[in-house]
């Protein structure tokens, strides 16, 4: 048995950095959609990145012991290390997402900020087109990432395959809802424009987005039956008060919920996108938190 | 093995990667803590330190090639850097069973592509959606 090494900043870096893979790619995919509602969701999900994803570094270098010396891991590339991958990634995926981001900033805000900020580049559609395709890769691994850190550790319940899997599709899930809510919260005159079509187009996309989750996070449970892999992970995860916050929590509220209302008949995706949304980030974090925090008891 | 503690950010990964639980976190130091195995006695044809002050003969050491008695040795075949000579079963010991066999970086491919082929998939099916020009119904 382990000791509780990894606590809640651990999780947050997690899942932020999930979410800012998933807001990247709504940002690239929305810029490919015509009218102002999608421009809305691409310029907040294109801002939510850089800041998502360096929330969740700041968390990462938080829960070092040695916080001054995170600059070491940017010295040594370790190929066999998740840990050392990661770093490599998220510098990279950050400073795609701050450059992509450069682009959406609106022009008055943009040109207040000393010397890059009237940069003429910013104003070409092509090279944020490119920048945009070239980061979703990148965006794609960093989801990826979270899930092989865990997976590739000696931790009974975190060494199960099919994490990767789910670490992306939560990543993605809880990455287009935020960057939805965002643009909602903070764009209140393009609410109308955004819930035509945005909202509509989302639906649409976790019709394949969230059975994908689902089904890896049925995945996810079924391997831990495989004989060989000990009966305390399965233990731990499906049962107790950890049983009723996975299934109810991560698996009802994050995913099955807002599933269910995405292939409804009804208007209720759209008359209470907020809720649906917001269950559905609640769900993607209850899943990291309770995965981080179990696997270490 | 050599552990640089100036080098080491105490992130906690080796605690988590380790299957026999060795590394701890140094309460003083705040870094990693793993033995040496006394590689500088070994080196000079001596015991490890822990094995030569052991006074009830609990700790025996068998220098490589030493041929196998009784006991069982846990992690030979595996090429394990320390190898267990065990009487009772391995669970006994907490040591997990079969040994964890040193397929890191295969293991690991594995994990990657265990996530970026189904997650590329759903990726290209949201791209060619979003490049579609018809309208959601």
Same mark, same amino acid.
Request: proline share 6%; charged share 15%.
């Given at each position: 048995? $382990?000791?509780?090494?990894?606590?809640?900043?651990?999780?947050?870096?997690?899942?932020?950095?999930?979410?800012?893979?998933?807001?990247?790619?709504? /940002?690239?995919?929305a810029c490919r959609r015509e009218?102002?509602?999608?421009?809305?969701?691409?310029? /907040?999900?294109?801002?939510?990145?850089?800041?998502?994803?360096?929330?969740?570094?700041?968390?990462?270098?938080?829960?070092?012991?040695?916080?001054?010396?995170?600059?070491? $891991?940017?010295?040594?590339?370790?190929?066999?290390?998740?840990?050392?991958?990661?770093?490599?990634?998220?510098?990279?995926?950050?400073?795609?997402?701050?450059?992509? /981001?450069?682009?959406?900033?609106?022009?008055?805000?943009?040109?207040?900020?000393?010397?890059?900020?009237?940069?003429?580049?910013?104003?070409?559609?092509?090279?944020?087109?490119?920048?945009?395709?070239?980061?979703?890769?990148?965006?794609?691994?960093?989801?990826?990432?979270?899930?092989?850190?865990?997976?590739?550790?000696?931790?009974?319940?975190?060494?199960?395959?099919?994490?990767?899997?789910?670490?992306?599709?939560?990543?993605?899930?809880?990455?287009?809802?935020?960057?939805?809510?965002?643009?909602?919260?903070?764009?209140?005159?393009?609410?109308?424009?955004?819930?035509?079509?945005?909202?509509?187009?989302?639906?649409?996309?976790?019709?394949?987005?969230?059975?994908?989750?689902?089904?890896?996070?049925?995945?996810?449970?079924?391997?831990?039956?495989?004989?060989?892999?000990?009966?305390?992970?399965?233990?731990?995860?499906?049962?107790?008060?950890?049983?009723?916050?996975?299934?109810?929590? /991560?698996?009802?509220?994050?995913?099955?919920?807002?599933?269910?209302?995405?292939?409804?008949?009804?208007?209720?995706?759209?008359?209470?996108?907020?809720?649906?949304?917001?269950?559905?980030?609640?769900?993607?974090?209850?899943?990291?938190?309770?995965?981080?925090?179990?696997?270490?008891? | 093995?050599?552990?640089?503690?100036?080098?080491?950010?105490?992130?906690?990964?080796?605690?988590?990667?380790?299957?026999?639980?060795?590394?701890?976190?140094?309460?003083?130091?705040?870094?990693?803590?793993?033995?040496?195995?006394?590689?500088?006695?070994?080196?000079?044809?001596?015991?490890?330190?822990?094995?030569?002050?052991?006074?009830?003969?609990?700790?025996?050491?068998?220098?490589?090639?030493?041929?196998?008695?009784?006991?069982?040795?846990?992690?030979?075949?595996?090429?394990?850097?320390?190898?267990?000579?065990?009487?009772?079963?391995?669970?006994?010991?907490?040591?997990p069973d079969p040994v964890p066999?040193?397929?890191?970086?295969?293991?690991?491919?594995?994990?990657?592509?265990?996530?970026?082929?189904?997650?590329?998939?759903?990726?290209?099916?949201?791209?060619?959606?979003?490049?579609?020009?018809?309208?959601?119904?």
């Amino acid at each position: 048995m $382990t000791e509780m090494t990894w606590a809640m900043p651990v999780v947050l870096d997690l899942f932020f950095a999930g979410l800012a893979s998933g807001a990247f790619c709504l /940002a690239v995919l929305a810029c490919r959609r015509e009218g102002s509602g999608f421009a809305g969701v691409a310029r /907040a999900a294109a801002l939510l990145a850089p800041a998502s994803v360096g929330f969740g570094l700041s968390m990462l270098i938080l829960d070092l012991r040695y916080k001054t010396r995170f600059w070491y $891991t940017m010295t040594v590339w370790n190929g066999d290390s998740p840990m050392s991958l990661g770093v490599w990634l998220l510098t990279l995926f950050s400073s795609i997402a701050a450059l992509y /981001a450069m682009f959406w900033i609106p022009a008055d805000i943009r040109l207040k900020i000393p010397v890059i900020g009237g940069w003429s580049i910013w104003s070409r559609q092509r090279v944020r087109d490119v920048l945009g395709t070239a980061g979703v890769p990148v965006a794609l691994l960093v989801s990826i990432y979270t899930g092989v850190l865990l997976s590739a550790t000696s931790v009974p319940l975190w060494r199960n395959p099919v994490l990767p899997a789910l670490f992306c599709f939560s990543g993605l899930a809880t990455g287009f809802a935020a960057g939805l809510l965002s643009a909602l919260v903070f764009s209140p005159g393009m609410r109308q424009a955004i819930s035509d079509g945005p909202v509509r187009w989302i639906r649409g996309a976790y019709r394949v987005l969230l059975p994908a989750y689902l089904l890896a996070a049925v995945a996810f449970v079924a391997w831990l039956f495989v004989p060989g892999m000990g009966r305390e992970p399965l233990i731990c995860l499906i049962s107790g008060s950890s049983g009723l916050i996975w299934w109810l929590g /991560a698996v009802c509220m994050g995913i099955v919920f807002p599933m269910v209302l995405s292939f409804a008949r009804t208007e209720t995706f759209f008359s209470r996108p907020y809720a649906i949304l917001g269950s559905l980030l609640a769900g993607g974090f209850l899943m990291r938190l309770l995965l981080v925090y179990m696997g270490q008891m | 093995m050599e552990h640089r503690r100036e080098r080491c950010i105490g992130c906690g990964y080796c605690i988590q990667s380790c299957p026999f639980h060795v590394p701890l976190v140094s309460p003083a130091q705040h870094t990693m803590r793993k033995c040496s195995f006394c590689i500088q006695r070994i080196d000079h044809g001596k015991k490890p330190a822990c094995v030569a002050k052991c006074p009830s003969g609990a700790l025996t050491y068998y220098p490589p090639g030493d041929a196998t008695d009784s006991l069982t040795a846990y992690g030979m075949t595996e090429r394990l850097h320390m190898v267990y000579k065990l009487s009772r079963k391995p669970a006994e010991y907490q040591l997990p069973d079969p040994v964890p066999r040193n397929t890191m970086t295969g293991g690991q491919i594995w994990k990657w592509l265990g996530g970026l082929i189904p997650g590329a998939l759903v990726l290209a099916w949201l791209w060619k959606k979003a490049c579609s020009r018809e309208d959601e119904s």
